[in-house]
């Protein structure tokens, strides 16, 4: 039976935004929960901007109770491989990066700064 390999996947980094170019500082080994921070930023910024439009098919279920923000942020800090609140550190930098390219910040419920622990019994 033939061996099933590891699957690798690699997460973008956003170079274009690293100074001087940007605001994301240099080093991006030490700093990458920012390019997961920001990978999440723009996956969320679409999913607000479904909410804003809300548009949707008849036969489809309530959008609404399909998008789960926290675990999206918490699989793409998994992707780099970082710890969620690593990521959380840099929001003021997202900000200034999305105010730069003529992009709106998310609202205050599509960020997290803190993770809750997650409980077993």
Request: charged residues 20%; aromatic residues 16%.
């Amino acid at each position: 039976m033939p061996q099933i390999g590891a699957m690798y996947l690699e997460p973008p980094i956003f170079t274009k935004y690293i100074t001087p170019h940007g605001v994301f500082p240099k080093g991006t080994e030490d700093n990458i929960g920012i390019h997961g921070l920001w990978y999440y930023y723009i996956s969320a910024l679409e999913i607000f901007k479904f909410k804003i439009d809300g548009w949707q098919y008849e036969d489809e279920p309530n959008k609404e109770d399909t998008f789960n923000l926290q675990q999206l942020f918490t699989s793409i800090a998994l992707l780099y491989g970082v710890n969620p609140e690593q990521m959380t550190r840099y929001w003021g930098l997202i900000d200034k990066q999305a105010e730069i390219l003529d992009l709106p910040t998310l609202p205050d419920s599509f960020k997290f700064n803190t993770i809750p622990e997650i409980k077993t019994q």
